[in-house]
């Protein structure tokens, strides 16, 4: 997979690209990321990528002429999906990192500022991906988050150790709790099932307990999640009594 960023602040993301999974995703050549300064698609002395907004009112817009250089000149021999990171996006979402994760090209667009002249968003771009209800200063940090969920579910990107089987939302469900050495600590011990060396017994414990804290913590995902006749029976069993 090639992903290209087109961002004021590569400075920002740079950095995160050199360490962990993502690192290693690109050194195996299964993943080329390259971080572009949207100043270097401009065609003035002064490399201008804003101005004003028309009819007024505070803060600048991302011109369209260095956006579309920037576009066109990336995705020349290939067609990219061009995202653009804005909070009024697609939600964010583990199943959209995966469909993500089987594309060839990704062209990512990082606003700052009020945003991108709305042009750029009727021609160019494919589809709008927010992080989530809030907004930040840039889509710098925006794009790393999308980079990173996208980069460790890639093919071979994870080893065994880091398998992302079981993590939060790969069933819908949130991960189970999780404990390594030592057996106590603080007076706080292992769950009995976890010690029992029984494979059978782990993966009940495993599976209600993810059961439990999603219902706990996300119990809306509980509603996309085919509960078995056991499932149910285990959930009731954990309300508190009347
Ligand atoms: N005026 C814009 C609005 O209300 O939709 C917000 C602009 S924001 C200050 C500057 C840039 O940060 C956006 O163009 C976008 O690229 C990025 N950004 C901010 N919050 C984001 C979020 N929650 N998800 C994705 N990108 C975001």
Same mark, same amino acid.
């Given at each position: 997979m090639r992903i290209d960023v087109i961002a004021l602040f590569p400075e920002i993301i740079l950095p995160a690209l050199q360490v962990g999974i993502l690192k290693r995703t690109q050194d195996a050549g299964n993943l080329t990321i390259n971080v572009h300064n949207l100043r270097d698609f401009t065609a003035d002395r002064h490399q201008t990528v804003d101005d004003y907004p028309y009819g007024g009112g505070a803060g600048m817009i991302m011109k369209p002429e260095p956006l579309f250089t920037a576009v066109r000149t990336l995705s020349r021999d290939s067609t990219a999906r061009v995202i653009y990171l804005t909070p009024q996006g697609t939600p964010f979402t583990q199943s959209l990192a995966e469909a993500l994760s089987l594309e060839s090209h990704l062209l990512l667009i990082c606003g700052r500022y009020k945003g991108i002249d709305e042009r750029v968003r009727m021609k160019l771009v494919t589809n709008e991906i927010s992080i989530g209800d809030y907004v930040l200063s840039?889509?710098?940090? %925006?794009?790393?988050?999308l980079i990173d969920a996208v980069g460790r579910v890639l093919p071979r990107a994870l080893g065994d150790y880091e398998s992302a089987q079981?993590?939060?939302?790969?069933?819908?469900?949130?991960?189970? %709790?999780?404990?390594?050495? %030592?057996?106590?600590?603080?007076?706080?011990?292992? %769950?009995?099932?976890?010690?029992?060396?029984?494979?059978?017994?782990?993966?009940?414990?495993?599976?209600?307990?993810?059961?439990?804290?999603?219902?706990?913590?996300?119990?809306?995902?509980?509603?996309?999640?085919?509960?078995?006749?056991?499932?149910?029976?285990?959930?009731?069993?954990?309300?508190?009594?009347?």
């Open positions: 840039g889509g710098e940090i %925006p794009a790393l988050v079981g993590d939060s939302f790969s069933q819908e469900l949130l991960d189970h %709790p999780h404990y390594t050495r %030592p057996a106590e600590f603080e007076g706080m011990t292992v %769950p009995e099932a976890l010690l029992s060396g029984n494979h059978e017994k782990i993966t009940e414990w495993r599976h209600e307990q993810s059961l439990k804290r999603t219902a706990e913590q996300r119990p809306e995902l509980l509603e996309k999640y085919q509960l078995t006749e056991e499932d149910i029976a285990y959930l009731d069993s954990q309300k508190p009594e009347r």
